[in-house]
């Protein structure tokens, strides 16, 4: 089974900020790699597929980058919407998802 | 515009049998995976299975063995179920779909089951 590990856990930043979320996979995935945005209390949004395909109708400000082993998900300047827990899914083989990384208000 | 929903009961007994049932609108059934995952309270998100249009299955490993998935196509509906349900099975359990060499979209909204005698 393909692992995915995300980093940080945590990520506590300001509006306008730029941010990295990196995710690592334990074998080559290609660019077989998705990011979710997930708000409390609702299902996760599509904002990113095949590493760096930016979904229709997300901001330009989110960007996807990476192969084989090791992606980032970028937010270029942090807006008050961007508050949110992302996630990275791989689905080379079958599908897994990272652990999540929480951005926060500092 | 495909949209999925997710019903079932709220509350299982522990050592019951936890049974969700999904239904597509907007589009057919066909050519996709139908697939569930599940999201602790306050946790990350576990991929549980899938099923194809054609009726194949493949469970996550870690809940293969009380695992079950299954298809109507004549109601455009997917059901998961899952056995001897413990605490530790409480969760929202979300529906998607999915395509081969892709992630999961769209998602349904979500439904919390919680596991409690």
């Known amino acids: 089974d393909i692992q995915m590990t995300q980093s940080p856990s945590t990520l506590s930043a300001s509006v306008g900020d730029r941010v990295t979320i990196t995710c690592r996979a334990s074998?080559?995935?290609?660019?077989?790699l998705a990011w979710y945005q997930q708000k409390p209390g609702k299902a996760p949004n599509l904002l990113i597929y095949?590493?760096?395909s930016l979904e229709s109708g997300v901001p330009s400000r989110f960007r996807g980058s990476g192969s084989g082993t090791e992606f980032t998900l970028t937010i270029s300047s942090l807006q008050p919407d961007d508050f949110a827990t992302y996630y990275c899914?791989?689905?080379?083989?079958?599908?897994?998802f990272g652990q999540g990384t929480k951005v926060e208000i500092k | 515009q495909v949209q999925l929903q997710e019903s079932g009961p709220g509350l299982v007994k522990p050592s019951e049998t936890l049974s969700l049932t999904c239904t597509v609108s907007?589009?057919?059934?066909?050519?996709?995976?139908w697939t569930w995952i599940r999201q602790p309270p306050g946790k990350g998100l576990e991929w549980i299975g899938y099923?194809?249009?054609?009726?194949?299955?493949y469970y996550n490993p870690s809940l293969k063995s009380r695992v079950t998935i299954s298809l109507d196509t004549s109601k455009n509906q997917f059901s998961l179920k899952l056995t001897s349900v413990t605490a530790a099975d409480t969760a929202v359990y979300y529906c998607?779909?999915?395509?081969?060499?892709?992630?999961?979209?769209?998602w349904g909204q979500g439904t919390l089951v919680t596991v409690s005698s």
């Open positions: 899914q791989q689905y080379n083989s079958y599908w897994t």
């Open positions: 099923i194809y249009y054609s009726g194949s299955t």
């Open positions: 998607a779909r999915a395509r081969s060499y892709s992630p999961f979209d769209p």
């Open positions: 095949k590493a760096s």
């Open positions: 074998q080559s995935i290609s660019s077989w």
């Open positions: 907007g589009d057919s059934i066909s050519g996709y995976y």
